[in-house]
């Protein structure tokens, strides 16, 4: 998660929110009232929805005075989807999945202490998949048996490997499943992999 989350108060303008989004570099942003509970959040997209259409008879001075004067307590989010310090990652990421939204206020006892977004998810995935370290990536379908990943594993091992990241994904069947590993090896152990050799 992110943290110290930047939260706003329900009197401010939504001017105001647009602001601080875009000096922030935010998305979101959680709404708390003057005990620093969560009280409602208001994104970037409620923002624009809220904001007269560009078919308007208003002039532009017009426009900005009325943006000026709305504050968020009008056009926030009253039911906010939160989750704790310790949830998971998939859990909360199931949820920002399932619910369509795009970040989650971590709360502990009513107060926002950091907020997890689609960027955190992003660099988690990174950090699964050892997308920033040099290897070689295999993929290889294995039986849905006990036993079958660690003989996968045992043939990195003979070759002196190392694996630095290991997912698991449903195969073409409920019978196995795909396994795609990346792993630092010496250049006879590619070799060897590439030919088929032990797999």
Same mark, same amino acid.
């Given at each position: 998660?992110?943290?110290?989350?930047?939260?706003?108060?329900?009197?401010?303008?939504?001017?105001?929110?647009?602001?601080?989004?875009?000096?922030?570099?935010?998305?979101?942003?959680?709404? #708390?009232?003057?005990? /620093?509970?969560?009280? @409602? *959040?208001?994104? +970037?997209? $409620?923002?624009?929805? &809220?904001?007269?259409?560009?078919?308007?008879?208003?002039?532009?001075?017009?426009?900005?005075?009325?943006?000026?004067?709305?504050?968020?307590?009008?056009?926030?989010?009253?039911?906010?989807?939160?989750?704790?310090?310790?949830?998971?990652?998939?859990?909360?990421?199931?949820?920002?999945?399932?619910?369509?939204?795009?970040?989650?206020? #971590?709360?502990?006892? /009513?107060?926002?202490? @950091? *907020?997890?977004? +689609?960027? $955190?998810?992003?660099? &988690?995935?990174?950090?699964?998949?050892?997308?920033?370290?040099?290897?070689?990536?295999?993929?290889?379908?294995?039986?849905?048996?006990?036993?079958?990943?660690?003989?996968?594993?045992?043939?990195?091992?003979?070759?002196?490997?190392?694996?630095?990241?290991?997912?698991?994904?449903?195969?073409?069947?409920?019978?196995?499943?795909?396994?795609?590993?990346?792993?630092?090896?010496?250049?006879?152990?590619?070799?060897?992999?590439?030919?088929?050799?032990?797999?």
């Amino acid at each position: 998660m992110s943290r110290p989350v930047i939260t706003i108060h329900p009197d401010m303008s939504m001017e105001g929110a647009f602001c601080l989004m875009r000096m922030e570099h935010i998305r979101r942003l959680p709404v #708390v009232d003057e005990q /620093g509970k969560l009280v @409602g *959040i208001v994104s +970037e997209r $409620d923002l624009l929805h &809220a904001s007269p259409s560009n078919a308007t008879s208003l002039s532009v001075w017009e426009l900005n005075y009325l943006i000026s004067k709305i504050p968020i307590d009008g056009i926030m989010t009253r039911e906010v989807i939160t989750v704790t310090e310790d949830t998971l990652i998939e859990e909360a990421t199931r949820i920002m999945a399932d619910n369509k939204i795009g970040g989650l206020p #971590v709360v502990r006892d /009513g107060e926002v202490i @950091g *907020i997890i977004t +689609e960027t $955190d998810i992003f660099k &988690a995935v990174l950090e699964m998949l050892g997308a920033r370290e040099k290897g070689i990536r295999l993929a290889a379908l294995v039986p849905n048996l006990p036993g079958k990943l660690a003989e996968l594993t045992k043939v990195i091992f003979d070759l002196s490997g190392n694996i630095i990241a290991l997912e698991i994904f449903l195969g073409e069947s409920s019978e196995n499943r795909e396994v795609i590993l990346k792993s630092v090896l010496s250049a006879f152990a590619n070799r060897c992999l590439s030919d088929g050799i032990g797999i």
